[in-house]
C-alpha cells in the first residue's frame, strides 16, 4: 500500500468536466509547499473556483487562522447546495 505522503497529485482540466457543483481553491500567499507559480496554475485550471488566499497562514490555514479558515469553508458550502470540490 503506498502512502499518500509519497504519492503526487496531479490535476487536469477535465477532472471536473461532469462535476455539477462548485469549486473552492484555498490558499496562503507563503505557503512553502506550493510556490506561486503552481498557486497561480492551480488557478487557471479551474477559472470556474471561487478562490481565497489567506495572508501569512502557511501551509495549513486550518490550524494557524482557524477563525477564518472554517467560516469561508461552511460559508461556501452553504451557498453550493451542497455540491463542492475543495483544493
Do not use: C
Not at 505557503?31 to 477559472?47: F, I
Not at 473556483?49 to 495549513?60: K, N, R, V, Y
Amino acid at each position: 500500500m503506498k502512502s499518500i505522503l509519497t504519492e503526487q497529485f496531479y490535476f487536469f482540466p477535465d477532472d471536473l468536466k461532469t462535476w455539477p457543483g462548485k469549486v473552492l481553491i484555498l490558499q496562503s500567499d507563503d505557503d512553502p509547499a506550493t510556490k506561486p507559480e503552481m498557486r497561480m496554475a492551480l488557478r487557471n485550471l479551474y477559472p470556474q473556483a471561487h478562490i481565497h488566499t489567506f495572508h501569512q497562514a502557511g501551509h495549513t490555514p486550518f490550524l494557524s487562522q482557524p477563525d477564518e479558515f472554517y467560516p469561508r469553508v461552511w460559508t461556501f458550502l452553504q451557498k453550493t447546495d451542497q455540491k463542492a470540490a475543495l483544493f
